[in-house]
């Protein structure tokens, strides 16, 4: 992201650093994160696919599911409303669909499966 990081590990897990003021780091809070840190209900889930933007992040994990998390003015989570969330949320109508690629602009994303 913009002036956050997000790591995929070897096993498939996600960690994230740096700024977090739409909680773009996923950890159910909005406070910056100077250093790395599990993200919040994805510990054992294997991140396959990943893309930050300025203050929204967007996963695919092996499950065939897509988590989005962050800004969402313009609804750029795709979770049907403007809620910023700080916690990964599902996109529901995503769900069993295996995703190619995923990128993140500063107020949309764009998912290929």
């Known amino acids: ?14 960690m994230a650093f740096g700024y977090n ?6 950890s159910g809070n909005n406070k910056t994160q100077p250093t790395p840190k599990l993200v919040r209900g994805l510990e054992n889930r ?38 910023h969330r700080s916690i990964p949320q599902s996109i529901l109508r995503l769900k ?4 190619t ?3 993140c ?3 949309h994303t764009c998912i290929v499966s």
């Open 21 to 26: 003021n739409h909680g773009q780091l996923g």
């Open 46 to 83: 294997q991140v396959t696919v990943l893309s930050c933007s300025l203050y929204h992040s967007v996963v695919a994990v092996l499950e065939m599911e897509v988590l989005a998390f962050g800004r969402n003015d313009f609804g750029q989570l795709g979770l049907g409303d403007t809620s």
């Open 96 to 99: 069993g669909r295996t995703i």
């Open 105 to 107: 602009g500063q107020y």
């Open 101 to 103: 690629s995923l990128a």
């Open 1 to 14: 992201g913009c002036e956050h990081t997000m790591v995929v590990l070897k096993n498939g897990s996600l």
